[in-house]
Structure formats: structure tokens, C-alpha cells
């Protein structure tokens, strides 16, 4: 893996914390319009995202099982199957944490931190109607990718693998992009409403439990899959570090299909 791809793979999470800074440290000095605009065009590119995606997930899931073999197929089922699993233990895991160490945690919280709701209001919205949910797009896609993995005419064939190339573009050139400044236009909102400022102060302990929590079980994970070789698994966590931090940059898994 070269030094380049580690950098192009740091840079978004980067701006996204830069996105996150610009507003705590410049606050005082932007006014309220400029902040509402800002803000307004935030929740634009949220309702755009919220519509598109769905539709992105579709058109990769269903490429993606249409171009499987049989064979890679059964692959993907116990793929599927160790992921509900894992998933599963994972709930348990944090359901313990949160019932036993969860309530031992002081939140100082006053009541004052919630400040003036509604201080930063959006100018206008786009009303986009939800067509298909995340979780209707994975199912569809995935029924359709296995109708078509099984009898696919030549030009439905050429419409998915064109779908998926749109979405690649989307997901490459617009919604990378613009995820940046969908959180510089929260931030702001948060900034405006004082919440920001209070937020690290009182759930800090939690997020670095969580933190400590998720590091230990994907350390526990790949030593289990590197046979408890730590040789093995140091070398499994470096290869997919790239991906690992575009998904921790963006808290979500579809922005780092590209």
C-alpha cells in the first residue's frame, strides 16, 4: 500500500473535521445570515442524499450479486450470515457495557446546553419524497441482483452495469464532496443552539468508551480471523486501513464504496 493512497484516504475525514472546527473556532465572527444560508444549503444536500442513496444501494447490490457465480453466491450467503452474527454480538456486547458502566457516568448536564432552540432556522427546503427506504433498497436489490444472477438478458444486463457507474459517479464526485459541507452547516447549527461547545464536555467519557469498546472487538475480530497471530492480524488491519478510515470518517459504509 502506498504512502498516496493512505494520504487520499485521510483527506476526507480530515475535511470533515476541519468542517467541524470551522464553526467552534470562527463562530462569533460569521453572522447569522451567512450561518442560515450555509445552514440551508446543509439540509438541501441532506435531502438530496436521503432520496438518491437508496437507489446508489440498489444498483450496487444488485450489480454485485448479478455478476457472482453460484458458487460465489453460497460465499455471499455465509458472508451475509457471519455479518447478522457478529452484528448480534456486538449489540450484546454494547447492551452489557451501556447497563453496567453507563449509569457509574456523571453527566453534568444543567439544562442550560440545549440554549435557545431554534436560534438557526433554515431559509428554505427541498421536500423530496422517500420512494425507497435504505433497508427496501438492500432487499430489492438483492431479490433482483439473484433473478438476474440466474436468467439476465444482454441489455438488462448493460442498463445494471450502467446504473452502477452512475452511482459510482455520485458517489465519487458529488456526494464525497459535498458531505463537508453538509456537516459545516450542522455545526453551525450546533454552534448556534450552544450545544457544541457542551457536547465533548458531557458525553466525552462516552465516546471514548465507545471508542476503546469498538477498537477492542475489531482487534478481537481480526486476531480470531489471523488465527491469534498478531503477525497476521497487524498485517490484515494495514491492508484495510484506507477503507476503515473512510468509514469512521463518515460513519456510514456507503461513502466508501467507490
Known sequence: MSLASVVMNVKFPLS???ALLIPFCS???VDIESQAQIYTLSIAIKDILVFCLPFVVMSFVTACIM?????TLVCLMLLIGAVVISNMMALWLGYAVSTLLIPVIDY??????QGQEGALCSLWRIHLPVLLTHKQALVVGFVVGIILNIRCHPTLRYVVLLAEDVSA??????CIPLFPFLVLGFS????ADFVQQDVPFIFGSTFWL??????AVILLYFLMAAGFSWRKARFYLWRLFPAAVSAIGTSSSLYSMP
Do not use: E, S, T
Request: a positive charge.
Open 16 to 18: 470533515v473535521l476541519i
Open 27 to 29: 463562530g462569533r465572527w
Open 67 to 71: 455478476l457472482l457465480r453460484w458458487q
Open 108 to 113: 453534568p448536564w444543567d439544562g442550560n446546553a
Open 169 to 174: 459517479f455520485f458517489l465519487r464526485y458529488i
Open 188 to 191: 453551525f447549527k450546533l454552534q
Open 210 to 215: 465507545i471508542m476503546l469498546l469498538q477498537m
